[in-house]
């Protein structure tokens, strides 16, 4: 067995065992606190609802077991099981271009991975969704989706992945440089147009109507020296009870986004208060840092792909046969397969700095609105949303982007009385 074998058997290991472990952590830790309002909570949120929080929750992280081994097996079956190697030869038969039977292996490849997963997703909207009184959507509609997210996906997708592949056939060893640039500009395409061409593709959105909010709303926006587009309510409720808001775009395409779901539980005064916390992240320059953040992190990974793709341990270590190095487009699959399980255990700080901004935009949402209007939209939020108050702190140290509730309830109530 070779050296790399080893140390990938060895990462996968770890990385299920971590993830197996922090799943048993949390639906644990979740259920021994099932019974017991948090005290922070106790005047807020009844003894019910705390409950119902718990074992959403804990049904949710139970199908996570099934994600974590079926991720596993699929990895381990297109690598050392022979799959990659199968599905190349297949398209050999069919395709003598290289760019072309590239394409076609990484297509296949990823539609394959997508339907094998599709009964998770499935079951997660139509048994758990469900039994929770979450879930509006139709098995129509469900399927519906899932076309436009593959043809979109095609669409987009596509032009990017032969240029990719075209750089790393034609571009020479700075290859990932110039496939970085093109990286960069995909993103800042796809956030320009996200709101006005690939939102309205699967929701309706619909300029805010409440003349007394709206007005509310665009004064502070004029106090945040926000410029947007527009305030537009999108249907949620066809989908989900789940509610939410959130601004997107870039440059002139900005807008303020609100569920209707939203809308329909929160008054006037928290609905500021919780666009106040999304106007912290512009104020904040947190979606800038974000972006650069990532595109940093890509041209690392890309420079990491340029290397290894030249290394033949690479590929025969994960047990993929290639008659000459490189070889682009099983270089390409190989190292985005394989990337998770390396970068697992870094998981925490990625957590961490998304956590610093939203405490940054909590605090600029209390100065700029009110602390107090705050705390009673994000607990009317945890209570709607079946959110759990009582996390195993390890489990979200490496999942949840946002505080604890009760970390960021208690920062919230000092910020109001400072």
């Not at 990938?8 to 952590?25: C, E, H, P, S």
């Not at 099932?34 to 139970?62: G, M, Q, W």
């Not at 297109?78 to 076609?104: C, E, I, K, R, V």
Request: net charge positive; glycine share 6%; aromatic share 14%.
């Amino acid at each position: 067995m070779q050296t790399f074998t080893v140390i990938f058997l060895a990462a996968l290991t770890l990385t299920v065992f971590t993830q197996w472990w922090l799943a048993t952590r949390q639906i644990r830790h979740v259920l021994a606190h099932r019974n017991r309002v948090p005290e922070t909570f106790s005047s807020r949120i009844d003894l019910e609802a705390h409950r119902k929080a718990a074992d959403y929750t804990c049904a949710k992280t139970r199908l996570r077991y099934v994600g974590i081994l079926l991720e596993a097996v699929l990895l381990l079956v297109f690598t050392l099981g022979g799959g990659l190697n199968a599905l190349a030869a297949f398209w050999s038969g069919w395709l003598a271009d290289p760019l072309l039977h590239g394409m076609a292996l990484i297509v296949s490849t990823v539609l394959i991975m997508s339907v094998v997963e599709l009964p998770i997703s499935y079951y997660r909207t139509f048994v758990i969704e469900q039994q929770f009184g979450f879930n509006k959507m139709t098995l129509r509609m469900f399927f519906l989706d899932l076309i436009k997210r593959t043809l979109l996906g095609m669409l987009l997708g596509a032009p990017l992945l032969f240029c990719v592949l075209w750089l790393m056939e034609e571009a020479g060893p700075g290859w990932w440089l110039y496939a970085w640039v093109a990286w960069m500009g995909f993103n800042l395409m796809v956030l320009a147009i996200f709101p006005t061409w690939i939102a309205p593709i699967f929701n309706k959105f619909t300029p805010l109507e409440d003349a007394p909010l709206k007005e509310r709303i665009e004064q502070l926006m004029r106090k945040c020296g926000f410029k947007s587009s527009g305030l537009f309510v999108m249907d949620g409720s066809r989908r989900s009870n789940h509610g939410n808001a959130y601004f997107t775009g870039f440059g002139k395409t900005k807008r303020i986004v609100f569920f209707d779901t939203l809308l329909s539980r929160l008054d006037p005064a928290e609905v500021e208060a919780v666009l106040a916390h999304e106007l912290g992240h512009f104020k904040r320059r947190h979606v800038i840092k974000r972006i650069a953040w990532s595109f940093a992190m890509s041209l690392i990974f890309l420079w990491g792909l340029g290397y290894l793709m030249e290394q033949r341990w690479f590929y025969e270590g994960l047990g993929v046969s290639v008659s000459s190095v490189p070889s682009t487009a099983i270089a390409l699959l190989l190292f985005f397969m394989v990337m998770p399980i390396f970068t697992f255990l870094f998981q925490p700080l990625a957590s961490l700095y998304s956590r610093k901004h939203e405490f940054e935009a909590d605090e600029y949402a209390a100065h700029t609105a009110s602390a107090s209007d705050l705390i009673h939209a994000l607990t009317k939020l945890y209570h709607d949303n079946a959110a759990t108050l009582t996390p195993d702190p390890l489990h979200s140290a490496f999942y949840d982007s946002h505080p604890p509730a009760s970390m960021r309830i208690a920062r919230l109530e000092n910020l109001a009385h400072n």
